[in-house]
């Protein structure tokens, strides 16, 4: 596994795209409501980040990727491609998922909202996968191990009746978009890869509100909880730092 350690000049850089990327989330917000498309918000993110920023969005051709964001609704667990046909609904949760390229570098993070108002077992849902995040993110430190972040996430999420999805994990970044090493979510204290400082990757916790078994669809992309259950997705981008964490894509829902 040959992971890419960022020197600060490095990590500044990334920091400024994890800024954008953040930035364009938080722009959006206001426009996810009952009755707009995820076409709508892709398009108005793709004008921001082209225009206003100045920056490329990652997702664009990205492997015959066509979209500048992922839009995962309910069930979708990730990978949502943005369509016309989708028109969001009250009550619905949306994931969504924006990569931006400044200077050479990625800055890549994904967030949840609520159309209308949710449902409380969905609500719930949407806040305890932020709450799993974030105790992987909080395990984060030169000297802990890349198994006490997924060990953390699975632990709060399963305690909480939900289910943790395998097949899709968090990963290295910086010049490269997907890089080593993998980040599970889910794991054993004191296993697996040794973190030290100046690594970067995703943490992006993907959690069900039944089973973990997901099913991929015809368009090979879009991925949906096996048993049509609502699922949530966060995602921050960070590096590891001489004591401890940074969150480079901090946006106001942070505590």
């Known amino acids: 596994m040959a992971i890419k350690l960022k020197n600060q000049k490095d990590i500044d850089k990334m920091r400024v795209a994890g800024r954008m990327a953040s930035d ?33 969005p990652a997702n664009v051709g990205y492997h015959g990727f066509p979209k500048t964001l992922c839009t995962s609704i309910n069930g979708v667990v990730c990978h949502g491609i943005p369509s016309e046909k989708d028109v969001l609904q009250d ?4 994931n969504i998922d924006v990569t931006v390229i400044k200077d050479g570098w990625h800055g890549d993070t994904s967030r949840m909202y609520y159309a209308g108002a949710p449902r409380p077992e969905a609500q719930k849902l949407v806040e305890t996968t932020y709450k799993a995040m974030m105790a992987g993110i909080r395990a984060v430190k030169p000297g802990a191990r890349l198994g006490d972040v997924g060990h953390a996430i699975q632990k709060l999420a399963e305690s909480a009746g939900y289910s943790v999805v395998r097949d899709y994990c968090g990963h290295g970044i910086g010049r490269v978009y997907h890089e080593d090493p993998q980040v599970l979510h889910y794991g054993r204290p004191n296993t697996g890869l040794l973190l030290k400082e100046g690594m970067t990757f995703t943490v992006e916790p993907m959690i069900n509100l039944g089973g973990p078994d997901v099913d991929q669809l015809d368009d090979g992309w879009t991925v949906v909880t096996a048993d049509k259950s609502l699922s949530a997705q ?8 001489a004591h401890g964490f ?7 829902h942070d505590k």
């Open 24 to 56: 364009v989330l938080e722009m959006i917000g206001e426009y996810v409501v009952p009755g707009v498309s995820t076409e709508e918000l892709d398009r108005r993110c793709n004008e921001f980040i082209r225009k206003v920023q100045k920056a490329t």
């Open 91 to 94: 009550g619905d949760i949306v």
């Open 234 to 241: 966060w995602e921050h981008m960070i590096a590891v730092t």
């Open 246 to 252: 940074e969150i480079l894509t901090p946006g106001s």
